[in-house]
């Protein structure tokens, strides 16, 4: 069994979410049911999804999970877009939190790369 704690990817993605959490604290309140939910669901499914497939027993099931959390991240990476086009995050912060998420989509990539070769 995979201990996820060990995987840099997953330290990643965790603080990724934890700054999501921060900055969506700043967003307009009537958007607590919207955008912020939508964000930090996508946030957290990154490192949930990743822990999930830890406790999987084939290399197959653990890359299905692999493939969620990436599909969680571009999701994840269309809700920062969105952000900065409606003012609610500046430019500075959009771009700091795509850097964060396309390190973690290329690490999710190469793992699930990995994966495939074994």
């Given at each position: 069994?995979?201990?996820?704690?060990?995987?840099?990817?997953?330290?990643?993605?965790?603080?990724l979410?934890?700054?999501?959490?921060?900055?969506?604290?700043?967003?307009?309140?009537?958007?607590?049911?919207?955008?912020i939910?939508?964000?930090?669901?996508?946030?957290?499914?990154?490192?949930s999804?990743?822990?999930?497939?830890?406790?999987?027993?084939?290399d197959?099931?653990?890359?299905?999970?692999?493939q969620?959390s990436?599909?969680?991240?571009?999701e994840?990476?269309?809700f920062?877009?969105?952000?900065?086009?409606?003012?609610?995050?500046?430019?500075?912060?959009?771009?700091?939190?795509?850097?964060?998420?396309?390190?973690?989509?290329?690490?999710?990539?190469?793992?699930?790369?990995?994966?495939?070769?074994?």
């Open positions: 069994m995979r201990d996820f704690k060990r995987y840099e990817v997953w330290e990643k993605s965790h603080r979410t934890l700054h999501i959490f921060e900055v969506t604290k700043s967003f307009p309140s009537d958007e607590k049911f919207r955008i939910s939508q964000m930090q669901r996508a946030a957290y499914s990154i490192p999804n990743f822990a999930e497939g830890c406790g999987r027993r084939s197959k099931d653990f890359d299905r999970f692999i969620i990436l599909g969680s991240a571009h994840l990476e269309y920062v877009i969105l952000s900065k086009d409606l003012n609610f995050i500046d430019i500075t912060v959009s771009s700091t939190l795509i850097e964060e998420i396309n390190m973690v989509k290329k690490q999710l990539f190469s793992l699930s790369q990995k994966l495939k070769q074994l």
